[in-house]
């Protein structure tokens, strides 16, 4: 018999709900759960059921937000060795950079596996595997120099606030990932905006740190010539090697992740299709605007595309399927009205130079609305059996 | 004829199917009539133990209308009767004699039938115990003999995928089909008569008589399905009908007179091909199902059957037998593997990029979770409901919404269940919705 499946057989007692550790019972099974695959036979009919479980299923949304996450850890460092005017070789800048991203996970995670756990002890239900990708998706929009115990807090709000007191995963409204950063943006606005984007920094000269989304043309000069001034061409915001959010900043590798999800059927197509559609389409308009030279409502739809946020935002945070719509075409006026606020909010709104987090978050408010009105419509169709 | 593709539905390929050979098997020791998969009855006994019964002896009624008997598809003694929680009637098990004695209740000629009365054709058929096998939809109860139907349904296909192949029940039955189905037509006008693509290749001889081909994804032929899909207004929704066996025995009966006995049977496993097998009706598993190893789960159809103990009958509808492989360990990081060897109809897992015949255990692989709203139940029903809502709107007790949500059109095939990542029992839960609302409506 396998080694470590004995250990937990000797410990299944201890942590029952006879046992001394019963209280600590959801622990134990999602730690036993994480190592061997639970099958439980089928009682009910279907007799046989699909491969596809929660564990897989999150599964793969962490696998997709690896190229994020790797090409986070280069970036951070990359930045850095470049605010201290070193050049740094790849390894030395992922080790650098690793150095930096690691402990944020960590305390997500760990901070994160804390509430869920009291929780599941005292409701008594299982751990879900939605938490292993908001504990991962929080650090990744955050920027590199956040203090730790701002990540703690966030993670904190936004499990607790965002989805345990709603009932927890599959009850939430609001993507939980999300409300933590948008707690500690709004908390914290010091830490989350101006000179925060790049990590050991402080103290240096003649760095701005801006994200290319803060950048203005001034001087009668186009804004895609001033972003090229300032290091934000677009190859650079394509592959990603600019300031920015850990994880945000390489559309390359949000696109691959997209991939990844859209391929695998996890995350659903209709969300990051309409959302790129309504970016494209609402940016293609503020481009036509006349009187705007300079600000980005000038920059047009690739700009658009590459900088920020919004790749990262849609093919992540708004595919997770608890707060998207349930139905279809309310997938598809989601999407697509996320990516049209997007662009609003950067274009129309000076406060927020991010519009992503508010308009999926915004439109997460409304996924019920449109998923009625599908409905609605839906019930209306069909031919009535009552 | 029409062709209905619906494009939802089961889509892996499935290893098991069996031969399209056919085998007669011994006559058995024992015969049981199962209560089992009778839906909705309220079953009132008429025998007792030991007491001896001809081949066509009535064991027991149904309580909501006594018309509607089960007859004794064998001659010998009543050796058990077998009771369930709560007194409910499982089986009753007759030790066979070596000969049939069978009640008499004598053959109506083909030319007679134009001249029989409505009632007295109903009665004939209520007392020969094969009323019943007429269905009505949506709750799959006995045809209600007092309305006359929009609509009939012959479905030539089974419940299961693999249920024996309408080729070889009809192939020497070509007249009792044809008289089968001249009997229904004495009911309603409009009969439809449904056959998978796969099955047509063999049909030729009947292929004037097929009114419907319908596509090779389960549960495309399932009689509930086929009307979501040809229905046009809401009087149809209480369509009756019949699988083809079933029609075969009826004809049969007024045909001869006597309560029809045999059955043709598959058993599906593994990589077995097995025969398609006659046998009596009311077999017992275990001569049907030859050898199986002890921890193996025993179906009457995958999707939509019920478990089988190994040591009763066959039920009084079913033809097919599933025999599922046994449990394997709990697997040792098993979401992480890529899984080559792990069907889905997701693309999770790297099976989806082979090809090839899959086989299912009888288990769930994974636990049950909260609805995370991913639709996958939605992208999978062939009736296109939304289950992950009605469970919901089931769950807060709203049976309208349920109801508006078109729950009355499931056709239980149980692919919401099969799909759910949360492995949430949804068409348990949307089936004692139905039941319920039957029941209500019933008074």
Redesign the interface.
Known sequence: MNPIKKIFDLLEYDFSDAGKFGKLGPLFDATKTFFFLPSPKTRLGPFIRDHLDLKRYMSVVLLSLMPVLFFGMYNTGYQSGLARGESLDFWSAFLSGAWVVLPIIIVSYGVGFFWEILFAAIRRHPISEGFLVTGMLFPLTLPPTIPLWQVALGISFGVVIGKEIFGGTGRNILNPALTARAFVFFSYPVTMSGNVWVAGATGVDGITGATALAVTADGGSSLTATLADQGFSLPHLFFGLVPGSIGETSALCCLIGAAILMITRIGNYRIILGGIAGLILTALLTWLLPGTYGTWADAGPIYHLCAGGFLFGISFMATDPVSAPGTNPGRWIFGFLIGFLTVILRVANPAFAEGVMLAILFMNVFAPLLDHLVMKHRISKRIPNV | METLAPSKGFKLKLAGKPDTSVIRLARPATVGVSAQDIPHIRPKLLVKEKEAVKTGTPLFFDKRDPAIQYLSPGTGTVKQIRFGARRRLLEVVIALDSMDDFVEFGPLPSADLVHLPDQELIDRLKQGGVWQSLRQL?ARDTADSGTAPPLIIVCLNGNDLFSPHPGRLLEDNIPQFEFGLAVLKRFCDRIIVAARTSSMEQLNPVRHLITHQVSDSYPAWDPGAILYHI????EE?TAWFIHVQDLLHLARFLKTGRYPVETMVTVTRGEDKKPHMIARRGAPIRLLAGNFSAGS?I?S???????VDPDTHLGFFENTL?I?PD??E???????RP?LN????????L?CLTDREVQ????????E????????C?DICPV?L?P??IMKALHGDDIEEA???????CCRC??C???????I?L??ILSQGMDTHHKDKQG
């Open positions: 949506p229905k046009e207004k809401a929704n789960l179906t159809g995958r999707f939509n059957g019920r478990k599933n599922l449990t394997p709990d697997e040792m990081f098993g979401f992480l899984g792990k069907p889905t109809v997701s693309r999770a897992f099976s299912l255990d009888g288990t769930l692989h994974g636990e979770r909260a609805c995370i709203n991913c639709s996958y939605e296109d939304m992950s809502f109801l508006e949500l078109g729950l009355l059109d149980g692919l269940s099969f799909t759910c990542p949360s492995k029992e068409t348990r």
